[in-house]
C-alpha cells in the first residue's frame, strides 16, 4: 500500500506515476462527510448552524452519537470497494476546517481531523483509488456560499491576514502528514475560492505554494481558479508540479434547467454550447500545456424519468468532451439523499421519514439555492429583483451578480436559518441509540446506486 512507484507528478500536459505511467484521475468528491451540505444531507442553512441546532435539542450524548456513527459509516471499505469495481481510481475528499481546528484555540490542531482522513485515505488506498484533499471550508469563509460553511453572503478570507495564517498553518501540518503517503495524489488548498477584487488571491496562493512546498516537495497541488474555480487570469507561468483545476457545471444541468438541447436560464444549450464553455473555463490550462483537471461537475436529478434522461445526456456529453481533451474529473457528488448522488438513501429510509416535514418546507419555499427551485416564492423574489435592478442598474456582485446574491441573501439565509430550528425539532426526544440508527441510514448498504448514472459513467472509465 505504501508503494512509492505509484507516488503522482506533473508530465508535461499530464499526470503520471513515479515509473512514468500516465494517469487520468476519474472519480468522485466525497462531499457531506467530513465538510456537511445541506442539500447533501436534508438540513437548511449550514453545517456550523445545524449542529448547533440538533446539540440543544438532543443534548451532547446523542449528539455525539449521531455524528460520530455518520462519521464511520458514510464512507468505508464498501463504498471505496464500488468505486474501485466501477472503474474510478479516485476520491477527492472536501473537509471543513472545523474538523482540526477550534475558532476560540486557533493554530492548536486536532488528531481528530488527521485520523478521520487518514481512514479515508487508507481505505481508499486499499482499493487502488488516489485520493485529492480538499479544504472545503476554510475559517473566514473563502467564498460567499453556504458550502463553505458560510452563514452570510460575505467572505472574509480575504481581509483578514488572520484567516490566511491559519489556513497556512493547516496545509503545513497536512503536508507533514502526508508527505510519504504515496496514494494521496495532492493537496487542492481551497475549494471554489471568490476573492471579489481579486488583488489578494494571488499573492495568498504563491504564499500558501511556498509553504507547502518547502513541507513537501513531492505531491501535486491542484490549485482552483477564482470565481469558483472558473477564472485562471490570475495565474501567469505554471509553477512546477502544480495542476489548475477548472469546475464544470452545465447551464442544463441545474434543477431549474429546462429540457436539453433547449433553452435553460435564458440560453439555448447543446452540445457545442457545451464545448465552448469548457474550453474557455480550460484556456489557461491548454495555452501552458498543463494537465486539465474537473474537480466538479455534474447534473441535479429530479426523479421523473424524462427530465433525468435529459440530465444524463447532458453528463454523457460532458464526459465525451473531457475524453477529447484527455482532461480527468471528479463527479460531484458521491452520496447524498437523493439529489446528484451516485448512491443515495432511498424515499423510505427512516432518515428521510423524520425530516420530510423540514424537506417539503424547503422545497416549498426554494430554501436549497442547489438543487431547489424558486417558484414558490416569486412574489418575494420579483419586486426584489426589480427594484434592484432599476434602482442599481450598475450593481455587479461576484461572484454571480445581482440574481444569485438576492437569491442567497432571502433563500439561503433569511428563509434558511429559522428553518434550521425546525429541522433539529425532527429529532427532538431521540437518545444516543435512536440517532446511531439514523446515522445507520447513510451506510452503503442501507443506500441505493443510481444505476443510470452508473451506467454513463462506466463509458467513459
Known amino acids: 500500500?505504501?508503494?512509492?512507484?505509484?507516488?503522482?507528478?506533473?508530465?508535461?500536459?499530464?499526470?503520471?506515476?513515479?515509473?512514468?505511467?500516465?494517469?487520468?484521475?476519474?472519480?468522485?468528491?466525497?462531499?457531506?462527510?467530513?465538510?456537511?451540505?445541506?442539500?447533501?444531507?436534508?438540513?437548511?442553512?449550514?453545517?456550523?448552524?445545524q449542529r448547533a441546532a440538533?446539540?440543544?435539542?438532543?443534548?451532547?450524548?446523542?449528539?455525539?452519537?449521531?455524528?460520530?456513527?455518520?462519521?464511520?459509516?458514510?464512507?468505508?471499505?464498501?463504498?471505496?470497494?464500488?468505486?474501485?469495481?466501477?472503474?474510478?481510481?479516485?476520491?477527492?475528499?472536501?473537509f471543513n476546517y472545523r474538523h482540526f481546528e477550534d475558532d476560540d484555540r486557533p493554530m492548536e490542531l486536532k488528531?481528530?481531523?488527521?485520523?478521520?482522513?487518514?481512514?479515508v485515505v487508507e481505505s481508499c488506498a486499499r482499493h487502488g483509488l488516489y485520493t485529492v484533499l480538499d479544504l472545503h471550508a476554510a475559517p473566514g469563509y473563502h467564498n460567499q456560499r453556504w458550502h463553505s460553511d458560510n452563514p452570510t453572503h460575505r467572505s472574509f478570507f480575504w481581509t483578514h491576514r488572520h484567516f490566511q495564517d491559519r489556513v497556512v498553518h493547516l496545509w503545513e501540518a497536512l503536508a507533514e502528514h502526508y508527505r510519504d503517503n504515496p496514494w494521496?495524489?495532492?493537496?487542492?488548498?481551497?475549494?471554489?475560492?471568490?476573492?471579489?477584487?481579486?488583488?489578494?488571491?494571488?499573492?495568498?496562493?504563491?504564499?500558501?505554494?511556498?509553504?507547502?512546498?518547502?513541507?513537501?516537495?513531492?505531491h501535486v497541488i491542484f490549485l482552483d481558479g477564482n470565481r469558483h474555480a472558473t477564472e485562471f487570469d490570475l495565474?501567469?507561468?505554471?509553477?512546477?508540479?502544480?495542476?489548475?483545476?477548472?469546475?464544470?457545471?452545465?447551464?442544463?444541468?441545474?434543477?431549474?434547467?429546462?429540457?436539453?438541447?433547449?433553452?435553460?436560464?435564458?440560453q439555448y444549450v447543446?452540445?457545442?454550447?457545451?464545448?465552448?464553455?469548457?474550453?474557455t473555463r480550460s484556456a489557461y490550462m491548454r495555452t501552458t500545456r498543463t494537465p486539465i483537471w474537473v474537480g466538479e461537475f455534474g447534473p441535479v436529478y429530479s426523479g421523473d424519468p424524462a427530465r433525468d434522461a435529459a440530465r444524463y445526456r447532458v453528463l454523457a456529453d460532458q464526459l465525451a468532451l473531457y475524453d477529447e481533451h484527455d482532461a480527468g474529473w471528479s463527479l460531484w457528488t458521491y452520496k447524498d439523499i437523493g439529489l446528484q448522488g451516485v448512491a443515495h438513501l432511498p424515499p423510505e429510509s427512516p432518515y428521510l421519514r423524520r425530516i420530510a416535514p423540514v424537506l417539503e418546507k424547503k422545497a416549498r419555499l426554494g430554501v436549497d439555492v442547489w438543487g431547489g427551485v424558486d417558484s414558490g416564492v416569486r412574489h418575494i423574489l420579483d419586486p426584489l429583483e426589480k427594484t434592484v435592478a432599476e434602482e442599481f442598474p450598475s450593481f455587479d456582485p461576484l461572484p454571480f451578480g445581482q440574481q444569485q446574491w438576492i437569491h442567497v441573501l432571502v433563500r439561503h439565509i433569511l428563509l434558511a436559518e429559522p428553518m434550521v430550528d425546525d429541522?433539529?425539532?425532527?429529532?427532538?426526544?431521540?437518545?444516543?441509540?435512536?440517532?446511531?440508527?439514523?446515522?445507520?441510514?447513510?451506510?452503503?448498504?442501507?443506500?441505493?446506486?443510481?444505476t443510470p448514472l452508473v451506467d454513463v459513467l462506466r463509458e467513459h472509465l
Open 184 to 218: 494521496v495524489a495532492g493537496y487542492n488548498p481551497l475549494n471554489e475560492p471568490a476573492d471579489s477584487d481579486g488583488e489578494t488571491i494571488g499573492p495568498f496562493y504563491e504564499r500558501l505554494h511556498k509553504a507547502i512546498r518547502a513541507v513537501d516537495p513531492h
Open 54 to 94: 440538533l446539540r440543544r435539542v438532543v443534548g451532547d450524548e446523542a449528539y455525539d452519537a449521531f455524528f460520530d456513527r455518520f462519521l464511520e459509516v458514510f464512507f468505508t471499505d464498501a463504498d471505496a470497494r464500488l468505486l474501485s469495481g466501477m472503474g474510478m481510481n479516485c476520491v477527492r475528499v472536501p
Open 1 to 49: 500500500m505504501n508503494d512509492p512507484s505509484v507516488m503522482l507528478q506533473v508530465q508535461d500536459d499530464h499526470l503520471a506515476t513515479a515509473t512514468g505511467e500516465p494517469v487520468r484521475l476519474r472519480g468522485v468528491g466525497l462531499g457531506g462527510w467530513m465538510n456537511m451540505e445541506n442539500f447533501i444531507t436534508g438540513y437548511p442553512s449550514t453545517e456550523e448552524l
Open 111 to 119: 488528531p481528530e481531523g488527521f485520523a478521520l482522513l487518514d481512514r
Open 423 to 450: 429541522f433539529a425539532r425532527c429529532f427532538a426526544g431521540l437518545d444516543a441509540e435512536r440517532m446511531r440508527a439514523l446515522a445507520d441510514c447513510f451506510a452503503l448498504e442501507r443506500c441505493t446506486v443510481r
Open 270 to 279: 447543446d452540445r457545442a454550447f457545451l464545448e465552448d464553455r469548457f474550453l
Open 235 to 266: 495565474f501567469r507561468d505554471p509553477w512546477p508540479n502544480t495542476v489548475y483545476t477548472v469546475h464544470d457545471y452545465a447551464l442544463a444541468g441545474f434543477a431549474d434547467s429546462g429540457d436539453y438541447p433547449g433553452v435553460s436560464r435564458g
